[in-house]
C-alpha cells in the first residue's frame, strides 16, 4: 500500500505540481513571467542588492568637492520557508481496500484531497495579509503574536512595506523603522515601494486615473509594473472604463488566456483579477524584480510512510520549500482602498 501511494505521486508529481501552480491566477502570471527560480540546497537565499544612493554636490568657485564613499551595496538574506500537506490512512483503510479497484480509489482519493489541500495553500500564501508588526520586528525571522508567523513563507504583500499607512492603517507593518525586508530595515525612502491613496468612494469614475498615477509613480518613466492584480470589483470597473474608452484588449497570445484566465491589458501590461484580494485594492509588480526560490530537490516531494505514535495510522508529507524575494521593492505599488 505505501507503494501503491508513492508510486501514484511519483508518476503524477510534475502534472500535479503544473496544476497545483496554474489553478491560481498569480501563480500561473508569474510562472508566464519566468519569476520561479531554483536553488539547490542552502539554508538562506541571498541576494546582493543596492540598496543607497550616491549624493551629488554643486560646487562654486572656492568650494571643496565632495569625498568619502557612499555604501550603496548590502546582502539580504530571506529564509526558506515549507508548505505541507499530509496524506493519511488507517489500517483499517488497507484492510477494507484490499482489491485493486479498491486500492486505486483509495490512492485517489486521498492524493486528489492532499493536492486540492495544496491548490488552496499555495493561492494563500502569495496573497496571505500581514498582521499588525512590533516594533523592531524581522517578519523574515521572528515568530511574534499578531504578524507573520515565522513558519510562514512572504507573500507579495511583504514586497510593499515601506509607508506608514500601507494596508490602509498606520499600525500595519509597522512604520518604515519598524519593518524588515530581507532583513533590511525599510529606512530608505528611495528603496520602498510605491503607495497611493485611493479616492475611495466612486471607482467606477476614478480607477482609471488612479493606477495610471500609481503607474507612473512605480515606473518614473523608466522601468514599468509588467503585472496588475487586483479583486473581481475592480477588475470589473476596469473593464468599463476599457469599453467606454473602446479601446479594450483582452489578452489572447499568452499562457494566462490560454488556462483559461480573464487578461485584461493596461498600458499594455497583464492585468488579472482573484478572489484571493478579498477588498478593492489593486496591486502593481514589476515581475523583473521578483523571484518565487524554490529547491528543486524539496519541491511538492512526498516522504516516507511512518505510522503515528501508538496509532495504526499511517502518514507521509508532500512538501514545497520556497519563498518569494524582491531585490528592489521600490518597482512595486499598490492603491487602495475603495469603499
Known sequence: MDDAFTN???KIQA?????????????????AKGCFKTQIGGEDINRTIRYGQKTTKNVKKGDTLGSGETELKTQATWQYKTISAHVQRSFQDDRANTGEFQIKSLVDDKI??????????????????PATASTNADINSTETTNMRMDRDPNSL??????NNTIQGAAADFGDSESFKLGGITLDNAWWQAKYNAAKVTNPELNLYGDMRGLYNKISNNLKHPTLIVTNQTMFE??????????????????????LGYDV?????????WTDGIATNRVMMIDTDFVEVVYD???????????????QLERIAHILAVMQIVTKQPRRHGWLGTYA
Open 15 to 31: 502534472e500535479a505540481t503544473d496544476n497545483i501552480l496554474d489553478s491560481n491566477v498569480v501563480t500561473a502570471a508569474l510562472r
Open 112 to 129: 486528489g484531497a492532499a493536492k486540492d489541500a495544496l491548490d488552496t495553500e499555495i493561492e494563500t500564501t502569495f496573497l496571505r495579509l
Open 264 to 272: 485584461l491589458r493596461f498600458k499594455g501590461q497583464d492585468m488579472v
Open 296 to 310: 528543486p530537490n524539496a519541491w511538492f516531494e512526498m516522504t516516507e510512510w511512518k505510522y503515528t505514535q501508538l
Open 157 to 162: 504583500w511583504n514586497m510593499m512595506p515601506g
Open 237 to 258: 470597473y476596469f473593464e468599463d472604463f476599457a469599453i467606454d474608452m473602446t479601446q479594450i484588449i483582452k489578452s489572447s497570445a499568452d499562457k494566462l488566456a490560454d
Open 8 to 10: 501514484t505521486w511519483s
